[in-house]
């Protein structure tokens, strides 16, 4: 259908696109991702569903007004909700963290879904307290490169020798295009504990894992699950923070219709 927009209650401008026939369903996007980041799952899921991807604020055709807060993501997706008539919700990454919430927080969904919310178990390896004071000071000051190099290496935990190298590589414009966002994703995290809201998302819930993942990001996934009400954990084969297209969308479709 092309690009469409809503205004969200404080009015920032959000935008959308719809693709596919069946009931709706609203994929959220996590860290650097746009509308655009679910053109391969919304394509395999479009034979069932009615996919809906949007900008979250700030990111992409939407806009945000200041200041930033995670009450105004959830009345974000509250409106998208709302104009698509759905209440079928699945997350990425922090998208999922994001799509919890919403659950738990008295949106009108009714199945949520999300691949790998990056939750720290007290037994993996733990953000330090600098890292978002350090992130909302480099991208105050515009210096998103760093930002991006910040969120890589003391948010990822990617070596600081890995991160050099995909500096040269073709697609980090584009994550630092999207670096003034990360401190959004980051509040989302609330210090990346599993949070207690979890246990009010009394929908059904699915929370997948890739093989090809940390094993910290596999580990938080299935305690996610687990502190669920109705929550089940499915682990298949992918690579790092990553699920081919096909293989997520034959998930979620047996969840979302089942």
């Known amino acids: 259908m092309g690009m469409q927009t809503l205004t969200s209650k404080d009015g920032a401008s959000i935008a959308y696109e719809r693709s596919g026939r069946g009931p709706a369903l609203v994929l959220v996007?996590?860290?650097?991702?746009?509308?655009?980041?679910?053109?391969?799952?919304?394509?395999?899921?479009?034979?069932?569903?009615?996919?809906?991807?949007y900008d979250r604020r700030g990111r992409g055709d939407s806009t945000i007004t200041p200041p930033y807060a995670v009450e105004r993501e959830l009345e974000d997706l509250a409106a998208v909700l709302d104009a698509v008539g759905g209440s079928f919700v699945y997350g990425m990454?922090?998208?999922?963290?994001?799509?919890?919430?919403?659950?738990?927080?008295?949106?009108?969904?009714?199945?949520?879904?999300?691949?790998?919310?990056?939750?720290?178990?007290?037994?993996?390896?733990?953000?330090?307290?600098s890292y978002g004071p350090t992130l909302a000071r480099l991208t105050e000051a515009g210096r998103?490169?760093?930002?991006?190099?910040?969120?890589?290496?003391?948010?990822?935990?990617?070596?600081?020798?890995?991160?050099?190298?995909?500096?040269?590589?073709?697609f980090w414009?584009?994550?630092?295009?999207?670096?003034?966002t990360l401190g959004h994703d980051n509040a989302i995290m609330a210090g990346y504990r599993l949070p207690?809201?979890?246990?009010?998302?009394?929908?059904?819930?699915?929370?997948?894992?890739?093989?090809?993942?940390?094993?910290?990001?596999?580990?938080?996934?299935?305690?996610?699950?687990?502190a669920l009400p109705d929550g089940r954990h499915v682990q298949r084969e992918g690579g790092f923070h990553d699920l081919p297209p096909e293989t997520l969308a034959a998930e979620l479709t047996a969840f979302f219709k089942g």
């Open 196 to 226: 207690d809201h979890l246990a009010r998302v009394t929908v059904p819930a699915l929370v997948l894992s890739s093989t090809g993942s940390a094993p910290w990001l596999q580990e938080s996934a299935a305690a996610t699950a687990s």
């Open 29 to 53: 996007g996590g860290a650097f991702m746009t509308r655009r980041s679910f053109t391969p799952l919304a394509e395999a899921l479009a034979p069932e569903f009615e996919v809906v991807a």
């Open 144 to 170: 998103f490169d760093e930002a991006v190099a910040h969120f890589m290496v003391n948010g990822v935990g990617q070596p600081r020798e890995v991160v050099d190298r995909m500096k040269a590589d073709p």
């Open 173 to 180: 414009p584009n994550l630092v295009a999207l670096a003034h």
């Open 93 to 129: 990454s922090s998208g999922a963290a994001l799509a919890l919430l919403a659950a738990g927080s008295g949106l009108p969904v009714e199945r949520v879904a999300g691949t790998e919310p990056p939750y720290r178990l007290p037994e993996h390896p733990q953000i330090h307290g």
